[in-house]
Antibody, heavy 126, light 111 residues
Framework: QVQLVESGGGVVQPGRSLRLSCAAS????????MHWVRQAPGKGLEWVAL????????YYADSVKGRFTISRDNSKNTLYLQMNSLRTEDTAVYYC???????????????????WGQGTTLTVSS | QSVLTQPPSVSGAPGQRVTISCTGR?????????VHWYQQLPGTAPKLLIY???YRPSGIPDRFSGSKSGTSASLAIAGLQAEDEADYYC???????????FGGGTKLTVL
């Protein structure tokens, strides 16, 4: 079945780095754009980043631009989020999510996120 | 503070109909960008409920419906059931922010 499984979360100190992974299965990963979305404790959803199906286009929320990098390895069916210069406000559950429609889309034409992982928790604390 | 405004909470009795609003502006919903809705049950990941303003993915009951007009969108849930108790989020795009945006979320309580 179609599945996304995140990993890599943990507890890190402010200023440090961490890389999250999202393993995809059950669909042709290389043909879909992929998102990272986060949810701080007790808060709502916040979009983090989007990468095109081929990996040539990346888009970021202002809150993470310059610190986070989204990437993908289509040969391994895996999505990544490299997080540098972490801040306490980055503490959240991080979800990866699949774009509903295949092909390249500018984020202004998102078709909705139809498959989500279970999330991985990042805690940034000294 | 999200650029898409949702009521923090709504409630209704079993069998009733409730609506959840998502109010935006000319740089997002009013610009014609599509609106999607998600349901998040307690302790679980979000689930796509409505896409492109009014379409239901396979497996979503027709009790759930979406609409969009002007700078706002709405999610309606008819025939409320206990299992509908969840948080609901709208999502669109904002050209001023050049970003995908979510509403702040609405907690639905089934009385």
């Amino acid at each position: 079945q179609v599945q996304l499984v995140e990993s890599g979360g943990g507890v890190v100190q402010p200023g440090r780095s961490l890389r999250l992974s999202c393993a995809a299965s059950g669909f042709t990963f290389s043909t879909y754009g992929m998102h990272w979305v986060r949810q701080a404790p007790g808060k709502g959803l916040e979009w983090v980043a989007l990468i095109s199906y081929h990996g040539n286009n990346e888009y970021y929320a202002d809150s993470v631009k310059g610190r986070f990098t989204i990437s993908r390895d289509n040969s391994k069916n895996t999505l990544y989020l490299q997080m540098n210069s972490l801040r306490t406000e980055d503490t959240a559950v991080y979800y990866c999510a699949k774009e509903r429609s295949s092909g390249w889309h500018h984020p202004s034409r998102s078709y909705g996120m139809d498959v989500w992982g279970q999330g991985t928790t990042l805690t940034v604390s000294s | 503070q999200s650029v898409l405004t949702q009521p923090p909470s709504v409630s209704g009795a079993p069998g009733q109909r409730v609506t959840i609003s998502c109010t935006g502006r000319s740089s997002n919903i009013g610009a014609g960008y599509e609106v999607h809705w998600y349901q998040q049950l307690p302790g679980t990941a979000p689930k796509l409920l409505i896409y492109d303003n009014s379409y239901r993915p396979s497996g979503i009951p027709d009790r759930f419906s979406g609409s969009k007009s002007g700078t706002s969108a709405s999610l309606a849930i008819a025939g409320l059931q206990a299992e509908d108790e969840a948080d609901y989020y709208c999502q669109s795009y904002d050209s001023s922010l050049s970003a995908v945006v979510f509403g702040g979320g609405t907690k639905l309580t089934v009385l």
